[in-house]
């Protein structure tokens, strides 16, 4: 689709993909749905969506995700950020993208792997909501429950990059919350968690369905 937002791009994208994957069993980063990756999945997602850059933060020792992101990286689609220590959890990975962030962005979209069925209009949505609130904090509702990506404007990025952060992003989330843009979504993508085998093979067979 084309870009549903301004042409001057006023958030960041960034994808944790450093992960372990521990409860999937294997990296989501290259799990295929639809003929495409995960990774490919969401990075397009932000993109099309509005996002630029797109910061994918990835474990280097992880040969098959360093393909795949040398293989997104090869068009200049995606900015490959390396995490030298990715067992500390996502939040380093954010940490790791902020300093990138151009300063002419007023934010940054945060979108993990485990949501591959969020959609470049999704996005589009919520930057769109984001520029027009002026909120810090701006998440996808869709029955009541929030889901992703979060977008995080920049006045709340010494918040997440603050070493003694316990809890990760999650926390600063929750601290800004009653002052939130929350967009509601009919379409339950933003919300649909694909962290398991099982999960991920119901997602499979809703999608061919």
Not at 13 to 25: D, K, L, T
Not at 93 to 108: E, F, K, M, T
Not at 114 to 120: M, N, Q
Not at 161 to 176: C, F, K, M, N, T
């Amino acid at each position: 689709m084309d870009r549903a937002v301004a042409e001057v791009p006023s958030f960041a994208g960034v994808v944790p993909a450093s992960g372990a994957s521990r409860r999937m069993g294997r990296a989501k980063a290259t799990l295929p749905l639809q003929g495409r990756s995960f990774l490919e999945r969401v990075t397009t997602s932000l993109r099309d969506g509005g996002c630029d850059p797109v910061f994918v933060v990835f474990d280097p020792t992880d040969a098959t995700v360093a393909a795949e992101v040398a293989r997104l990286a090869a068009d200049g689609s995606i900015d490959p950020v390396e995490n030298p220590e990715p067992g500390e959890g996502p939040i380093t990975s954010l940490r790791l993208a902020l300093p990138r962030v151009p300063d002419d962005r007023d934010g940054v979209a945060w979108l993990p792997l485990d949501y591959p069925l969020v959609d470049a209009e999704a996005v589009a949505r919520l930057v769109e909501a984001a520029q027009r609130s002026n909120a810090d904090l701006t998440l996808p509702l869709h029955e009541g429950k929030r889901g992703h990506p979060a977008l995080f404007r920049r006045a709340l990025f010494d918040e997440l990059a603050d070493p003694s952060l316990e809890g990760g992003a999650r926390i600063v989330v929750h601290r800004h919350l009653e002052r939130a843009c929350l967009v509601p979504f009919e379409e339950s993508g933003v919300v649909i968690d694909v962290d398991t085998p099982e999960a991920y093979a119901a997602v499979r067979e809703e999608v061919t369905a």
